[in-house]
Structures are given as C-alpha cells and as structure tokens.
C-alpha cells in the first residue's frame, strides 16, 4: 500500500478546499483528496452537445468589500456584472421576485388583502415561533403565506413545514419596511428593487474554449492544480492515527498529515467514515435534480435570468434561462433551459423518464417552449448534497461535532463540511480565515 506524509490533507477540492490551498504557506506540504474526476464540487461547467451549462447555477454574489476585491482580482474581465431578474409564479398569479415586494402583480383586491396582513401582522402583538411556519406567518402575515411562501416552500422541503427550525436556513427569505411592501402594491418594472444586485458571472468571447462558473475554479485553482489528486475518494479517516486512507481504480493509497486534516465534504459521509466510530448525528437533506433542457425553435421571450413556481402541478421550482446569462451558451439558433428539483434525499430515486416527461409538459403548458418538435435532449444531473435541513436541534449539535473534531486535528470547512448555509463568496472568505489561522499556528 502507497504511504505518503504531508503537514495537510484536505478532503475534497470544492471551491472551499481549493481556496484554502491557495492560502496556506508553499512551505506546507499540502494535498487534496478528490474523488471526482475533475475538481470544482458544485462549482463546474458542463458541456452538452455544443450547449454550455453550470453544474448548479451561480451567480458570484458580493457582501464583503474585502472579500469583491480579492475574488475580482482572480476571476478578472469575463466575469460582468448581472442583475438578477425573475417572476414568481402562483396558483394566484404572477409577480416580480421578490414576491413580498411586488404584491402588485397579483388581483388588486388580493393583493391589497396580503399587504393588510402584512400590516396587521407588524402591531399584532408577536406570535410564539416555534418552528418555520410559525416564523413565515410571523413574517410576512398569513395571506402571502397562503399564495405564495407555504406552496413554494412545501415544494421546495418535501416535509412539514412545522418540522424545520427557524434558524440557519431563512438565507433567501428577507423582510421589508411596510412603505416598501406598500410601493410593491403599485411598482411598475423599472422600479423594482434589484435583490443581490452586487452579483457576477462569466461572460467569456464568443467561440472562448470553456464557458459558465466553472472558470472560477480554474482562475482559482491554477497555481495549486498540481497538489489535487482527482478520482482519489477518502474512505476512512484515523483520528489516533492521523491517517486518510484513499481508494482509486490504482488501489488503497495513505496520507499521513503532521500539522492537520481539513475536510470539505459532507459532514455525515466523514461522521461515516471516521475512526474510532463517533457518535452519530440524525443531519437530513435535500437533493437537488438540474435537467438541462436542450431546444431548437422560437426561444422563450423573456429578459430574466429566472423564474420561480409554486404551483403544485409544475414538478420544477425553478426555470434558468441560460442565455439571458450567456447568449454564447448555445449553439446557432438553439437555446436551452435548466430545470431544478428539489427532493428529499431520504425519498426513493427520481425517474429520469417520467421527469423528462413531466418537464416537458410543464414547460408546453406555461408557454415556455411552443412545439413538442422544439425539445432536442434533457441532460440530468443529480446533486445529493444541496440544501441541509434544519431541525430544532441540528444548529447545536453542528457546534458540538465541530468542537469534538477540532479537538482532533480536524478542521471542518466548506458548505457541507460545516453544515452550514454558504454562497460561494462566504465560502471563500471563511477558507481564507481557516488558512491564515493555520499559517499562524
Ligand atoms: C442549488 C444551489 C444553488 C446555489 N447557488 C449559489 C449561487 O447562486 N451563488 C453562490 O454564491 N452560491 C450558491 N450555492 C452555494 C455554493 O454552491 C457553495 O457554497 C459552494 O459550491 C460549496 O463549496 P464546497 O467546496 O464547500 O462544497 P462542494 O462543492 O460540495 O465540494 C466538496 C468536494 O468534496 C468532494 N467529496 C465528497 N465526498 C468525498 C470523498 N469521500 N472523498 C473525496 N472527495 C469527496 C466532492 O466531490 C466535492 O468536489 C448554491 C448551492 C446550491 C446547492
């Protein structure tokens, strides 16, 4: 069996593990373990038949000066600036994203009721939250919860809404002054407030080798490409040992570490994995299924980047027009979308055929695609690890399991590696504190 000595050893070369590389001192001797063929985690770029697609759409979001600044100076001039732009789709009818701030949209008497309870709700004296529904009604009165946030979000879970938490996972969900829902009543386009607006994607030149957010991976990843070994997945970590055992079509490798092991993958998989065996943590999930519809014929007339469905019968939550991010990401006078499907990771196998057909109906249906004849491929790629769900309990028993592998040599990072909520932009900056605090040791 192959042995090898290193000062670090990091599991899994996602955006995290990749940034963290980057950072720590070239006089570490430092190795990432990955058991993908290619590196970038959720962060990659797909071809298709000509037509370029993001493994997982990204948008670089932006919240930390410090943090543009670093980031802007790696991806440099593909990447433009683009604001994100959607509709939120209803059994009730249709409104700008954000849905709380463009009630507008939908029946005046409807509407005029949403933002009541919107009103109502802000004097009414605060309800006990006990879980995420009751955190939603809190928020935003019980009518918007009853058209939109209860049906986008039992879509979007796949379980009782009363059994989330209400913490750590309301990232996408924001509230607003009552003059703002108030103007939402009466917005025409033009005025509605960008959500995100600070947000980046590649725009490369037409006919440019490689397209969509993978290319921050290899910006990001040039100067420590040599120190990723691919196809290498980790399948059993000694604590006592401090040793990462490898399997790969060549065999079992070793990889003894001095300084530390950092892990960027997913927390239950290590938990798995980790000897002496450690005490098990109940962590549930969601996946997440992107069909990447391919399409000749009459491209859908709409600027947005996205929309968002609520509606029971669309199986998908969201549509993503490609080429309103990149016009070059299809060939000639094709076109194509991305369709995503959350599930319950626990629930059995989604069936690609029935799926395709679902999506195709759907798409028909809401007047997305015109003709049957227009449909050319779907291309499915599957996510297990997408959304972390968040329970009463789950946020403290994070903390204690970081605290237990910490103690250890262990470091957890990254989206699934600390179970946490992350952009990519945060992700970054967190690798960058965890490699200066491990420089400084
Ligand atoms: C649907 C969705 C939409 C998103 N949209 C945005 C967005 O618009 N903007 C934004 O900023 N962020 C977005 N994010 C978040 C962003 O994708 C993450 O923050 C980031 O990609 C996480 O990187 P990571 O390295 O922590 O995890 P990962 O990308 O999961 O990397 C972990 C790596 O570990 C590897 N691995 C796993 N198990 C093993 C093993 N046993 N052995 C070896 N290797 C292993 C995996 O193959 C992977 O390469 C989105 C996430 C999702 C799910």
Known sequence: MEKNEYDYVILGAGLSGISLATKLKKSNKTVLLEKSDEPGGLVKSIEVNGFWFDAVLHLLHYHNPKVEKQLKKIVGKDFKSIAPKADVHTSYGVTKFPFQLNLGGLKKELAIECANDYIENAYRK?????????????????????????????????????????????????????????????????????????????????????????????????????????????????????????????????????????????????????????????????????????????????????????????????????????????????WSVMAEITYKAEAKKIDPKKTANAIKKNLLDLNIVKKKTDFLDIHFVDHKYAYAVFEKSTSQEIRKVTKSYASKDIHLLGRYGKWQYLSMAQVFEEAVAKGEALNSL
């Open 126 to 334: 605060p309800i006990k939250v006990k879980n995420f529904e009751d955190w939603l009604i809190q928020s935003f009165g019980k009518k918007m919860c009853e058209v939109f946030f209860f049906p986008y979000n039992n879509k979007m879970w796949k379980r009782s809404l009363k059994s989330l938490g209400t913490r750590d996972f309301v990232w996408n969900i924001q509230n607003y002054s009552i003059p703002k829902v108030l103007n939402g009543l009466f917005q025409d386009d033009k005025k509605i407030e960008a959500y995100n607006s600070n947000s980046w994607y590649p725009i490369p030149r037409k006919g440019a080798k490689k397209r969509c957010m993978g290319l921050l991976i290899d910006k990001l990843k040039a100067p420590i490409d040599k120190q990723i070994n691919l196809n290498e997945e980790v399948v059993e970590v000694d604590i006592k040992k401090k040793c990462v055992t490898t399997k790969s079509s060549t065999g079992i490798k070793q990889y003894f570490y001095k300084k530390g092991c950092v892990s960027t993958i997913p927390l239950p998989v290590l938990q798995k994995i980790t000897i002496p065996k450690q005490k098990k943590t109940n962590l549930k999930l969601n996946g997440v299924l992107y069909a990447m519809v391919m399409m000749k014929g009459e491209k859908y007339d709409t600027s947005n980047l996205w929309d968002y469905f609520s509606q029971e019968e669309v199986i998908f939550s969201r549509i993503i027009y490609m080429q309103n991010f990149d016009p070059h990401s299809a060939p000639n006078k094709k």
